[in-house]
């Protein structure tokens, strides 16, 4: 069964620097999204990206993020200069189309630590 | 606003006990509904979704969930609980505008004991 990919599964960076985490998402898949999930709280949205562009982001997702589907396979969220805040496990999904019934499939997700 | 609420922090059932994990949504419209599971270090699983018809969903591993507009509820239920089952479960509401995000509760977590 297709699944959602994601490297690396966990990363530990300095305060400050950069971090990219990366996605593979199912093949015919349209629609992609991260989400994260701060230990210990809720899973939450943080950017969604359709035709090669954003279609919605949260307040979480300022000008430190940013997403790239650099090769029509990858999909990467790239925070610029992380903090200690930017802590979290972050997840990627994918889902074949618009329509708000169809499923996101989500990846294991990247534990990011930020020291 | 759209939002979810699971009321259960943390609940501890016996193998073999039945369970209830209660979800709370608030939506302007019939919303759409998902319950994921999420075992240690793993991605998030869809157990089920309702999006129309009978309000009375199944799943995989043995879950169902009801609809209930009346009480603004999508409780996730199985009969008979296995130690495996042992994860933490979220409840979701999608987004009906064009990005479709998700918007999850708090999440419950669940033990089994012997």
């Known amino acids: 069964e297709p699944e959602v990919t994601q490297t690396p599964s966990h990363q530990v960076t300095q305060m400050g620097q950069e971090v990219i985490l990366r996605c593979v998402p199912i093949?015919?898949?349209?629609?992609f999204y991260w989400y994260r999930q701060i230990l210990g709280q809720k899973v939450e949205f943080l950017v969604s990206?359709?035709?090669?562009?954003?279609?919605?982001k949260s307040e979480i997702f300022d000008d430190q993020f940013s997403v790239e589907r650099p090769d029509g396979s990858n999909f990467t969220l790239k925070i610029r200069s992380t903090k200690l805040e930017d802590s979290a496990m972050y997840f990627c999904a994918s889902r074949v189309s618009g329509l708000a019934s169809e499923t996101q499939y989500f990846g294991p997700g990247t534990r990011l630590l930020v020291l | 606003a759209q939002s979810v609420t699971q009321p259960d922090i943390h609940i501890t059932v016996s193998e073999g006990a039945s369970l209830e994990l209660r979800c709370n949504y608030s939506y302007g419209a019939t919303p759409y509904l998902f319950w994921y599971v999420q075992s240690p270090g793993q991605g998030l699983q869809l157990l089920l979704k309702y999006f129309s018809g009978d309000t009375l969903v199944q799943g995989i591993k043995g879950f169902e969930a009801e609809f209930k507009r009346s009480q603004s509820s999508f409780n996730l239920r199985k009969p008979s609980v296995h130690w495996s089952d042992a994860a933490e479960y979220f409840c979701a509401v999608v987004a009906r505008n064009q990005g479709g995000k998700l918007i999850f509760g708090q999440g419950t977590e669940l033990s089994v004991k012997p």
């Open positions: 990206f359709y035709n090669n562009e954003i279609s919605e």
């Open positions: 093949s015919n898949h349209l629609y």
